[in-house]
């Protein structure tokens, strides 16, 4: 698989880890709020309660995947732009040499 071929899968992984990873925890925010509605006759309240609650967690969920995707992003652009200076450095050695 060519290099340009593989950043579009992984880049697609990770929308679609995003987009689970916020989708998943409101859906069961709905139906344990409607759930524990119809348990305890409390119509909207525990709904919106749940809905509330889940989708914050959520979103800190989203910033936490974000911000190690980024670290791991930001450690592999480092260690690119040090091998490049490496073998600039090297080639530097050589030429001098001669």
């Known amino acids: 698989?060519?290099?340009?071929?593989?950043?579009?899968?992984?880049?697609?992984?990770?929308?679609?880890?995003?987009?689970?990873?916020?989708?998943?925890?409101?859906?069961?925010?709905?139906?344990?709020?409607?759930?524990?509605d119809e348990y305890f006759g409390t119509q909207p309240i525990l709904l919106i309660i749940c809905l509330i609650?889940?989708?914050?967690?959520?979103?800190?969920?989203?910033?936490?995947?974000?911000?190690i995707k980024n670290k791991k992003r930001t450690k592999y652009t480092e260690d690119k732009i040090e091998n490049i200076e490496k073998k600039e450095d090297s080639k530097a050695d050589e030429e001098a040499e001669q």
Do not use: E, H, R
């Open 1 to 36: 698989m060519s290099p340009k071929k593989f950043d579009i899968v992984k880049n697609l992984a990770l929308v679609t880890q995003l987009g689970i990873s916020m989708a998943l925890p409101i859906v069961a925010g709905v139906f344990i709020g409607s759930k524990l």
């Open 53 to 67: 609650v889940f989708s914050i967690a959520s979103f800190i969920n989203l910033f936490k995947i974000a911000g």
